[in-house]
C-alpha cells in the first residue's frame, strides 16, 4: 500500500471513528437526563403531589395547584393561539400563496417562531401587566398564545400544502367558493396533520417558564381566578430547586419528571399520527 | 336546468368575504405581534436609554443602590456562552448527521433519530436544573481541577482557566447550551445530508474516493446552504435562552478573565432580577436589555433566513 493510500484510508478510519464518538456523545446526554429526570423524579413522587398544595418552605405538601395552573393556562394559550395561526396558516397556503404579504409574514414568523420566549414574557408583561396593575394567569396566558401562534401557524401551512391541488380543483369545479373548499375539503383532507400542530404546540407551550416569570408569577395557594397570580409548574421548579429546602428539591424533581413525560408523550403521539398519515397515503397510491 | 338561487349565491359570497377577511386579519396579526414586542421593548427601554444613551452598552457597571446600569457583562456572557455552544455542538452535531446519514445500520436510523429529536423537545427548565445538580458537581470535581492544572499554567489562554472550581459558570453555561443546541444542529444536518442525490455520492466512490473524501468533497459542498442555516437557528437559539442558562451562571454582574468563573447572560439577567427590580430606572434598565437581545437575535435569525433563501433561489437557478 503506497503512503498515500495509507493516509487516506488511516484519515477516513479517523473521522468515522469520530462521527461514532459524536453520537455517543448525544445519546449518552439523553440517556443522562432522563436517567437523572426518572430517578429523582420518581423519589419525589408520591400521592401528595397530586393532592395537596405547594408547602410553605421546609415543610411536606405537594403541586396540585401548580398542575392545575399550568393545564388552565396551557387550555386557554391554545384555545387563542392555535386558531389565530391555523387560520393565518390557511390564508398563506389558500390566498396569498407567492404575494409579496405571505412572503413577508412568513419570514417574521420564522423569526417570532425561534425568537427567544423571555422577550415574548416582557412584551404581555409591558402590554398586560403594567395596564392591569397586577401579574394574573390571563396574561400568562395570553403570552402562551403568542408563543402559540406561529408554531400552529407553521405546521398549518405546512399541512395543507400537502393536500392535492386536484381535490381544490375538483371542489372548485363544482362552484364552491375557496371558503367552501376550505372547510368541506382541505380541513377534512389535512385532519391528521392539523391535530399533530396542535399536539406540537401543546407540547412547545407547556414546558415554557421564562415568559410565565413575569406574568402569571407564581401562587402558593389553590386559586382559579384568571385575574390573579396562579401557580404553575415550570415556575415552581424555578422557585424549588433553587431553593436550600430538601422537601423543595425534591418537589421540584417530580414536577420536572411529570412536565417532561408529558411533553415527550405528546411528540411521541405527533409522531405516530404522522407515520400513520404517511403510511395511509402511500398505501392509498 | 337548475336555476341558480339568488339569495344563496349572495350568501355564499358573503360567507366567502368573511372567511377571508379573517384569514387575512390572523396573518396580518403575525405582523403586528412582531411591532408591537418591538415597539413596547422600545418604550420600556426609553428611560433607561436615555438616561445612559450609548454608554449603557459599553459600561460594566451594574449597582441597583446607585441606580448605574451598563449592559457590557451581559453582552459578554451571552457571546462567550453561545461561542462555547457553538464551538462544541457544531462538530458534534457535524459527526452525528454523518453518523446518521453514512455508517449506521439501518436497524438502527429510525431510533437514534427519534431519540436525537426528543432530545429537541425536552423544555429547557429540565437542562436547567440537569445542569445544576448533575453536570455542575462533576465539572467541579473532575472536569475543571483537571482544567486549572493542566491548562491553567500555559501562556495566553492559560487565563481563560485560571481560579478556584466554582463548578457553575460562564463554561458550565457553555456546556449546557452545547447540549441543548446539539439536537437542532444534529437534525438539520441530516435533513439536510439525505437531500443529496445518490448519484453525486456514488459517482465519488466510484472514482475511489474513501467514505470521508465523498463527504467532505460531495456532501458538505452540496449541503452547505442547509448546514449554515441549521448553524445560524442553533445559534439564535443559544443566544436567547434563558432558563437552562439561568441556573448554571452564577448570576455575577462582571467580566472575568476566566470561563470558569460566574458571570451573567442578557436573558438570565432579566429572568433573576426583573420580578425583584424596584424603581423605574432598574426595570428600564432590564427591559432595555431585553430589547438588545431581541435586535441580536433578530438580526443572527434573519440573516440566516436571508442566506438560505439566495442560496435557495441560486440553486435553483443553475438547474
Not at chain 1, 448525544?26 to 432522563?34: F, H, Q, R, V
Not at chain 2, 455542538?89 to 446519514?101: C, Q, S
Not at chain 2, 462533576?138 to 486549572?148: C, E, G
Request: proline share 5%.
Amino acid at each position: 500500500m503506497s503512503r498515500r493510500r495509507l493516509f487516506r484510508t488511516v484519515r477516513n478510519g479517523a473521522f468515522l471513528a469520530l462521527s461514532v464518538f459524536a453520537t455517543a456523545i448525544g445519546l449518552i446526554c439523553l440517556a443522562a437526563i432522563l436517567w437523572t429526570l426518572v430517578s429523582r423524579g420518581l423519589a419525589g413522587m408520591s400521592t401528595d403531589v397530586f393532592t395537596r398544595m405547594t408547602p410553605p418552605p421546609g415543610s411536606a405538601g405537594g403541586l396540585l395547584n401548580a398542575i392545575y395552573g399550568s393545564a388552565v393556562m396551557t387550555l386557554l394559550g391554545i384555545l387563542m393561539g392555535s386558531p389565530v395561526g391555523m387560520l393565518a396558516g390557511t390564508y398563506l397556503s389558500e390566498y396569498g400563496r407567492a404575494s409579496r404579504l405571505s412572503m413577508l409574514i412568513r419570514f417574521i414568523n420564522d423569526i417570532l417562531l425561534s425568537a427567544p420566549s423571555i422577550i415574548i414574557g416582557l412584551f404581555i408583561y409591558e402590554v398586560l401587566v403594567v395596564r392591569m396593575g397586577h401579574f394574573s394567569a390571563l396574561a400568562g396566558a395570553v403570552s402562551l398564545a403568542v408563543i402559540a401562534i406561529p408554531v400552529s401557524l407553521r405546521t398549518t401551512e405546512d399541512m395543507l400544502n400537502l393536500v392535492p391541488a386536484g381535490m381544490k380543483d375538483a371542489s372548485a369545479a363544482l362552484g364552491a367558493y375557496p371558503w367552501r373548499t376550505v372547510l368541506s375539503v382541505v380541513y377534512p383532507a389535512a385532519r391528521s396533520g392539523i391535530v399533530t400542530g396542535l399536539l406540537l404546540a401543546i407540547a412547545r407551550v407547556s414546558g415554557e417558564t421564562a415568559p410565565l416569570l413575569f406574568t402569571a408569577l407564581n401562587n402558593q395557594f389553590w386559586s382559579t381566578n384568571l385575574n390573579a397570580p396562579m401557580a404553575n409548574l415550570p415556575v415552581v421548579i424555578f422557585q424549588f430547586a433553587l431553593s436550600p429546602y430538601k422537601e423543595w428539591q425534591n418537589l421540584a424533581w417530580a414536577g420536572a419528571l411529570i412536565i417532561t413525560m408529558t411533553i415527550l408523550v405528546l411528540s411521541i403521539s405527533a409522531r405516530a399520527i404522522l407515520g400513520l398519515m404517511q403510511s395511509n397515503r402511500s398505501a392509498k397510491r | 336546468m337548475a336555476i341558480i338561487d339568488q339569495r344563496h349565491a349572495a350568501r355564499q359570497l358573503l360567507f366567502e368575504r368573511v372567511f377571508r377577511a379573517a384569514t387575512l386579519s390572523a396573518a396580518i396579526l403575525v405582523l403586528v405581534i412582531l411591532g408591537g414586542v418591538a415597539l413596547s421593548l422600545i418604550v420600556g427601554a426609553w428611560p433607561a436609554l436615555h438616561q445612559f444613551g450609548f454608554a449603557f452598552i459599553t459600561r460594566e457597571v451594574w449597582n441597583p443602590v446607585t441606580d448605574q446600569y451598563g449592559a457590557l457583562a451581559p453582552i459578554y456572557g451571552t457571546v462567550v456562552t453561545s461561542l462555547i455552544a457553538m464551538a462544541l455542538a457544531v462538530p458534534t452535531g457535524f459527526g452525528i448527521a454523518l453518523f446518521l446519514t453514512e455508517l449506521c445500520p439501518s436497524v438502527l436510523k429510525r431510533p437514534i433519530g427519534v431519540a436525537v429529536e426528543l432530545l429537541a423537545a425536552v423544555p429547557s427548565i429540565i437542562f436547567g436544573i440537569w445542569g445544576l445538580f448533575v453536570l455542575a458537581p462533576m465539572l467541579q470535581r473532575h472536569v475543571q481541577p483537571w482544567l486549572i492544572d493542566h491548562l491553567g499554567p500555559i501562556p495566553l489562554i492559560g487565563k481563560l482557566f485560571q481560579g478556584p472550581p466554582y463548578g457553575i459558570g460562564i463554561f458550565t453555561a457553555g456546556l449546557v447550551l452545547a447540549i441543548m443546541v446539539l439536537p437542532f444542529i444534529a437534525a438539520t444536518m441530516r435533513d439536510v445530508f439525505e437531500t443529496v442525490p445518490p448519484m453525486l455520492k456514488e459517482s465519488g466512490y466510484g472514482l475511489g474516493a474513501t467514505t470521508w473524501e465523498v463527504i467532505w468533497n460531495v456532501v458538505v459542498p452540496h449541503s452547505r446552504v442547509g448546514m449554515v442555516g441549521g448553524i445560524m437557528l442553533g445559534l439564535g437559539r443559544a443566544l436567547g435562552e434563558t432558563m437552562a442558562v439561568t441556573f448554571v451562571i452564577g448570576n455575577a454582574h462582571r467580566i472575568s478573565g476566566s470561563l470558569l468563573a460566574p458571570g451573567t447572560t442578557i436573558s438570565s439577567s432579566i429572568a433573576n432580577e426583573f420580578t425583584e427590580a424596584v424603581g423605574d430606572l432598574y426595570t428600564s434598565s432590564l427591559i432595555a436589555l431585553g430589547l438588545l437581545l431581541f435586535v441580536i437575535t433578530f438580526i443572527v435569525i434573519a440573516v440566516a433566513q436571508w442566506m438560505l433563501r439566495r442560496l435557495e433561489r441560486r440553486a435553483n437557478a443553475s438547474l
